[in-house]
């Protein structure tokens, strides 16, 4: 197996091998735009590329030292985990912070011994269990199954409220334009203040938009009631895959129950696509906290039947074991000074 640096020609066989949108070419080339140097990497058998390997890479600010991240790609091995550790030397890496896509259900994790045999594999490698910044945990729901499959497997208030909006008379309209993608900017300046959570500017969810949109990546549904959108939804498709990233919602009219609609309809959308499973993007894990701040969204989801997985988590590929230390305890400083922050500006 051959590991060497991919080439614009190669962009098309880059994406038959990669396994999620943050692994994409089109996704890549958004990250370049926002300003980030992106290094792409291919295993190669012979001419035939096996798996394709995508690494930002992210300055820290004020000093000349980098992170690397490469999420949701496949599982590195020993030869791979080499060709990282060259090209964090080469970038002044810190570290770079690993989160495979590799997930279990959650019932079948105590008995998978593959499942620690992976995490002893990292653990010999210099690598070290990081702070998460993609969600360990997942709804994921079988598309496969008939709409009358999983509406059964729903829970009854969630067919309940579905039936409501229904039947108030919201309607779900798929809105793939820049003044849908405006709409849903809107909806999301609300939603930041009643979650209390922070997110991304404007202008990287613009670039992301005119990026992945031309790809037929993104999609975006919104619910409107009475001529007044109260919810919107930026969906991507990739491969056989349904996936629910980014998600905002009005203070108004919230007795209709306009995002169970929403819901069951990407699903339906999703089918029509081809897809076999929609990936909601992130929940808590088992038996959750509810004080989290999570926990609404978290039962929102739970709701649609699908199956709660974990991912095998967050593992940086430590690069300068020196200043490692010291740059997460700034780090967790930050993160309790950000989220003290969020509630002090609401």
């Known amino acids: 197996m051959i590991i060497r640096p991919i080439t614009l020609t190669e962009k098309d066989q880059f994406n038959q091998v990669a396994n999620h949108p943050l692994q994409s070419w089109e996704w890549g080339e958004f990250r370049k735009q926002t300003g980030l140097k992106v290094r792409r990497l291919g295993a190669f058998d012979g001419k035939q590329l096996q798996a394709g390997y995508q690494i930002t890479i992210h300055p820290i600010p004020k000093t000349n030292f980098t992170i690397g991240y490469f999420p949701r790609g496949p599982m590195p091995d020993s030869t791979m985990i080499k060709a990282l550790t060259s090209i964090g030397q080469e970038e002044n890496c810190l570290f770079i912070k690993l989160e495979p896509d590799v997930a279990l259900p959650i019932n079948a ?47 009854p208030k969630t067919r309940y409220n579905i039936r409501l909006a229904a039947n108030k008379g919201v309607k779900i309209v798929l809105d793939s334009t820049d003044q849908g993608f405006k709409q849903y900017l809107q909806l999301r300046s609300t939603t930041l203040k009643r979650q209390q959570f922070f997110d991304h500017t404007e202008d990287y969810k613009w670039q992301m938009w005119h990026q992945l949109y031309p790809a037929g990546m993104a999609h975006l549904l919104k619910a409107v009631y009475q001529n007044q959108t109260l919810a919107a939804w930026v969906l991507f498709t990739f491969k056989n895959r349904l996936y629910y990233p980014y998600g905002a919602s009005s203070d108004q009219y919230r007795e209709v129950m306009a995002s169970n609609l929403l819901m069951w309809q990407a699903m339906r959308f999703g089918k029509k696509q081809g897809c076999q499973i929609f990936d909601l993007w992130g929940s808590l894990g088992p038996d959750p906290d509810p004080q989290n701040p999570w926990y609404g969204f978290h039962r929102f989801k739970m709701g649609y039947g699908g199956q709660l997985v974990k991912f095998l988590g967050s593992f940086d590929l430590v690069l300068k074991p020196g200043l490692y230390p010291f740059y997460r305890t700034t780090e967790t400083i930050r993160w309790q000074f950000l989220r003290l922050l969020a509630k002090w500006k609401t």
């Open 109 to 155: 994790q105590a008995n998978s011994s593959a499942w620690q045999n992976v995490e002893d594999f990292l653990i010999k490698h210099n690598c070290k269990p990081g702070r998460p910044l993609f969600t360990q945990y997942t709804f994921q729901i079988d598309l496969t199954k008939t709409e009358k499959e999983l509406l059964t497997q729903m829970k």
